[in-house]
C-alpha cells in the first residue's frame, strides 16, 4: 500500500480503538480498519481470510456460532453412509494461526446500520462489536410449511451436521420394501443440482440395501433445474425401477409424525420423508431489516462490491444475496474474493473492479463411484448492473464417469483449502 493509500485506509478507522476495549474482542494493530464478518462457511471463511491475505494489518473478526463448520458440500455421501461427518468437517485453526483473523465464538443477533455496531450473544454475555465494514454469509434460513411440520422427524439435511446423520439414519433403518419421499423446494435454493443429486444416490443406495424400496421425488419446480441430461438420464435408465419424479408439485401442508404429505397430486405418505423447505436470507438479515428484494427473501447488493443497497457499508456474500447467480460454495468463494478485493480497494481510497467475474462448480455424484459436473462463468455487465451469464461457460459433463467422482474429491479439497486454509 502506498503513502496516499495508507492515509485513506487510515482515515476509516476511527471506530477500530473501541473495540479494544470488549473483551474476546482483541484488536491486532488497534490503528488498521475494522471488518466484522458474521458467518464461517464458504463465503465468510474465504472473506476474512482474503481480507488478511491481500490487506495485511486490516483487523477481521468472524462472529460464527459453531465451533467448527460442515460442509454441505459432499454431505450426500453422508447420507448413504459412504463416509461419516469426519469428511466434511472444516476447522478455524488457519484462520486464526495463519491468518490473524479474530474469532469469536457467538450468535450475531442483531446489525445496528446507524451507529454501524452488531450485538453478538458469546458464552459469557453480550458484545456490541463496532465496524468500519461488515460483511454477513449467514447462509440460508428455512421457511416452515403448513401443517405439523417437525424438521427432526421429516429431517432437511440441507445444512450439513445433526440432519445429515439424522437422515443417514432413516434411509438406513427404513423398513423393508418402504417408501422415500423426497420435496424439493422452488428455486432459487442453496445449490441447484443439490437435491436431484441426493435423489440419485439415495435411490442408489435403496436399489442395493432395499431392493422393494420406491423413491418418489416431489419437485416444486416444472423441470429438472440443473444438469437436465444428466439426471434426466439417471431418472429414466438407472433408476426407473424404483424413483418416480413428478414436477410442479405444490404441497397444501405436512404432517411429519405421520409422514404424510397432502399435495395438488393427492395424499403422498412416506416411511422417510426428505422434506426441503423453501429457502430465505439467513435469520440476522431479516432481524436486522435488510432484506429488500421483491420476493422478501434476499438481500439486494451491487455486485461490484457486494455491498446492499440500501446500506452499502454492509456486504452480503453467498447464499443470501439477490444478485441471481447460484447459490453455491464455489460461488461464495468467489463472491468473497470480489468483495474482499472491493473492501480493501475502498479503504486504499481506490475504486472497485468494474469487470468482476465469477464461477461455480459443482461434481455430483449419480451412483456410489460415478458422477457428472456443472460449470457456470459469470460476467458483470455494466449496462444493467447485474451479472450474466457467460453462454458458453454454462456445460454439464457429457457422461458421468468414475474418474469424474474421483475428481469430486480433488476439487472438493481444493475449495475447502482455498476457503478454511
Ligand atoms: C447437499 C448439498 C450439496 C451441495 N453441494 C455443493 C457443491 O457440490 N458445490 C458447491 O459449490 N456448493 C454446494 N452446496 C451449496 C453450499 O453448501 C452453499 O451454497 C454454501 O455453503 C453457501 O455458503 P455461505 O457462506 O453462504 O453459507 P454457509 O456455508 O452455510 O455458512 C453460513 C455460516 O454462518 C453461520 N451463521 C449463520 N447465522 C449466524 C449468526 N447469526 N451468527 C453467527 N454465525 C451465523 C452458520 O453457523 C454457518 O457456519 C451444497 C449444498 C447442499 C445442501
Not at 423398513?175 to 422415500?180: N, Y
Not at 461457460?393 to 457422461?399: D, K, Q, T
Request: with cysteine.
Amino acid at each position: 500500500m502506498n503513502k496516499t493509500n495508507r492515509r485513506v485506509f487510515l482515515k476509516h478507522a476511527g471506530v477500530a480503538a473501541l473495540a479494544s476495549a470488549i473483551p474476546g474482542f482483541s484488536t491486532a494493530a488497534p490503528s488498521a480498519p475494522r471488518v466484522v464478518v458474521i458467518g464461517g462457511g464458504f463465503g465468510g471463511a474465504t472473506v476474512s481470510k482474503y481480507l488478511r491475505l491481500w490487506g495485511g494489518d486490516i483487523n477481521v473478526t468472524m462472529v460464527e456460532s459453531q465451533p467448527l463448520h460442515y460442509s454441505c458440500i459432499l454431505s450426500n455421501g453422508i447420507v448413504t453412509g459412504d463416509y461419516g461427518l469426519d469428511r466434511v468437517r472444516l476447522q478455524y485453526d488457519a484462520l486464526k494461526d495463519r491468518h490473524g483473523v479474530e474469532w469469536l465464538q457467538g450468535k450475531a443477533l442483531k446489525i445496528h446500520p446507524d451507529s454501524q455496531e452488531v450485538t453478538v450473544r458469546t458464552a459469557t454475555g453480550r458484545v456490541k462489536l463496532p465496524y468500519d465494514k461488515l460483511i454477513v454469509s449467514p447462509g440460508v434460513d428455512f421457511i416452515s410449511p403448513q401443517g405439523n411440520y417437525k424438521a427432526g422427524k421429516t429431517p432437511h439435511a440441507w445444512k450439513a451436521g445433526e440432519q445429515t446423520i439424522n437422515l443417514r439414519n432413516k434411509i438406513k433403518n427404513m423398513r423393508d420394501g418402504g417408501t422415500f419421499v423426497m420435496r424439493i423446494p422452488k428455486a432459487p435454493y442453496r445449490c441447484p443440482p443439490g437435491p436431484y443429486e441426493r435423489a440419485c444416490v439415495c435411490a442408489d443406495f435403496l436399489q442395493r440395501h432395499n431392493p422393494n424400496a420406491k423413491v418418489i421425488v416431489l419437485d416444486e419446480n416444472p423441470k429438472i433445474m440443473a444438469e437436465p441430461v444428466t439426471f434426466g438420464n439417471a431418472f429414466e435408465t438407472l433408476y426407473s425401477d424404483i424413483l418416480e419424479y413428478h414436477t410442479n408439485v405444490q404441497v397444501a401442508d405436512i404432517d411429519s409424525p405421520a409422514g404424510i404429505l397432502n399435495t395438488d397430486i393427492g395424499q403422498i405418505v412416506g416411511d422417510v420423508i426428505n422434506f426441503i423447505p423453501d429457502h430465505k436470507a439467513g435469520k440476522i438479515l431479516h432481524k436486522s431489516g435488510l432484506v429488500d428484494d421483491a420476493t422478501n427473501r434476499w438481500v439486494q447488493v451491487d455486485p461490484i462490491t457486494y455491498g446492499s443497497v440500501a446500506h452499502p457499508e454492509i456486504h452480503i456474500i453467498g447464499d443470501s444475496q439477490a444478485t441471481g447467480q447460484p447459490k453455491s460454495g464455489h460461488m461464495a468463494n468467489a463472491q468473497a474474493k470480489v468483495c474482499a478485493d472491493a473492501i480493501l480497494r475502498y479503504f486504499g481510497g481506490e475504486q472497485p473492479n468494474q469487470q468482476p467475474s465469477t464461477a461455480s462448480a459443482c461434481f455430483s455424484p449419480i451412483t456410489q463411484d460415478t458422477a457428472g459436473w456443472l460449470t457456470a462463468v459469470f460476467q458483470y455487465d455494466a449496462g444493467t448492473g447485474q451479472m450474466k451469464l457467460v453462454p458458453d461457460s454454462f456445460a454439464e459433463a457429457e457422461e458421468v464417469s468414475k474418474d469424474n467422482y474421483e475428481e469430486m474429491f480433488a476439487w472438493a479439497d481444493n475449495l475447502f483449502a482455498d476457503s478454511f486454509g
